[in-house]
């Protein structure tokens, strides 16, 4: 039954968001119709496809089976409003879209509302499409278990030129809750989506805002508040896709009553950008967390970190970019599923990783600082590899020659104990005499470590500096052995 509800609620949505997104239009030559290139679906899944029914100046057209795939779905509408403009302008057309469900599936959803788009294009071929789904709720009983979908609806419009080389979109869901009797409950609040696309389906707005959702078992109940997704991007001088953006989370709170176990985080902030710089593209991401508390480890932190990603050759960025593109058409066309889309993604990346190194890239974390109530952890490191210098992905030796680094640290001794603790514990609750046990074994191991060389003790804290230079590794100014 849990399996049947989410179902229901991820096709509207999946459908939703398929619609969504721009569409590619060729001016130089009009597209087959949708009923002529779609292709039925083998999947054995519950959801088999998508049923696509347009009405144009009141009459019908034939309706045509889409493949599950919301690219593919996207392909389908996109190849039919291109054909239907070719006959002219203004343009009025009604799509309805209906999911395909296998046949034990589609008894228990038979009331399931379909997809409505109306679409207006003027005869300037500026254009507009409506898009709703009616609230729907479903109360039913599967293997002995009672079920209620209850959807409030979504609503959302879509315009788009004539040459469809942008989109702007912004969808409402008024609200949703799955309740399976003694079993699940879920409840997400009105969530908004909005967004403006280019051509290549590259955001140059986006924003989403979830306010909460909550729900759990028996067992276990949770809480999501405030997830926010806020973005603008853009394309530099190279064409290169360039973007900044934030995602944050204000609360989480899991609860595990069988367990007796809590889990908190508190003000999750990441925050992104991306620069260009003459033939390199810099990047850079920024992560917080207030608080994070988890009973049954006996962790309680908070946590900040600054990466940047620096000098990625655009050349070989841009031909990354151009093969996602085409990865993303052929998806449309229906000829290359999700699995085939990551193989050539992969492919791509593997012919690409020797010029991305070509212009010396570095990583590094300008700062890092984990904190607890038994200490904190400061510091940062780089990393970079010399382009300059004949490099093969299977000679170790010689990557390792072209790598160099530096890091330093300082951290608490009461933080090292704490994670050695968290480390060696068993869990289970020890007496007086094991504790001191424990203690005596971290101090020993703490101890080899400085003998070793690896922490320099100062009073209550160790520090640690660390060179990596043409295949050598000194670690508070002891050369330490490299494997190779």
Request: glycine share 8%.
């Amino acid at each position: 039954m849990k399996k049947l509800l989410h179902l229901s609620i991820i096709t509207v949505l999946a459908g939703s968001v398929t619609l969504s997104l721009p569409v590619y239009a060729d001016k130089k030559k009009t597209e087959e119709p949708a009923k002529e290139v779609a292709k039925e679906t083998k999947s054995e899944s519950d959801l088999q496809g998508f049923s696509v029914t347009h009405t144009v100046g009141g009459k019908a057209q034939p309706t045509a089976k889409v493949d599950s795939d919301p690219l593919a779905l996207l392909g389908a509408l996109k190849q039919d409003l291109i054909a239907q403009l070719a006959k002219g302008k203004p343009l009025e057309m009604t799509t309805e879209i209906k999911p395909i469900f296998s046949s034990e599936l589609a008894k228990t959803l038979k009331g399931l509302p379909p997809i409505t788009v109306k679409t207006n294009v003027g005869a300037d071929g500026q254009g507009v499409s409506d898009v709703s789904v009616p609230a729907y709720k479903y109360e039913g009983t599967k293997k002995g278990e009672k079920g209620v979908i209850d959807w409030q609806g979504l609503t959302g419009q879509v315009k788009f030129p004539e040459d469809f080389s942008t989109m702007s979109q912004a969808f409402e869901l008024a609200g949703a809750t799955i309740d399976i009797e003694d079993t699940f409950k879920a409840t997400l609040a009105k969530t908004t989506f909005s967004a403006d696309l280019d051509a290549d389906l590259y955001p140059t707005k986006l924003n989403f805002n979830l306010p909460s959702l909550e729900g759990g078992d028996k067992d276990v109940q949770f809480v999501f508040n405030k997830i926010l997704v806020d973005f603008t991007g853009g394309k530099g001088t190279s064409g290169l896709e360039l973007g900044k953006g934030s995602f944050s989370i204000a609360d989480v709170n899991v609860d595990n009553k069988a367990e007796e176990s809590q889990f908190k985080l508190n003000n999750l902030s990441v925050k992104f950008d991306t620069q260009e710089e003459k033939e390199v593209a810099n990047y850079t991401l920024n992560f917080s967390l207030d608080k994070f508390f988890a009973s049954q480890e006996e962790i309680d932190l908070s946590f900040l970190s600054n990466i940047e990603l620096r000098k990625l050759d655009i050349a070989a960025l841009l031909e990354i970019q151009k093969t996602a593109s085409e990865m993303r058409k052929q998806q449309m066309a229906g000829k290359m599923d999700e699995s085939m889309m990551g193989m050539a993604m992969m492919g791509s990346l593997m012919q690409a990783l020797p010029k991305l190194m070509a212009k010396s890239p570095e990583i590094a974390m300008t700062k890092l600082n984990l904190k607890t109530e038994e200490g904190q952890l400061d510091g940062g490191f780089s990393i970079s590899l010399d382009g300059s210098k004949p490099l093969k992905m299977d000679d170790s030796a010689a990557m390792l020659n072209a790598l160099s680094g530096q890091a330093d640290f300082v951290i608490d001794k009461g933080l090292i104990e704490q994670l050695m603790w968290m480390q060696m514990g068993s869990g289970e609750e020890m007496t007086e005499e094991q504790e001191k046990q424990m203690q005596t074994m971290i101090d020993q191991q703490i101890e080899d470590v400085v003998k070793q060389g690896l922490l320099v003790p100062t009073g209550e804290q160790f520090k640690l500096n660390a060179t990596l230079k043409a295949g050598k590794l000194m670690v508070n100014g002891k050369e330490m052995p490299l494997p190779m």
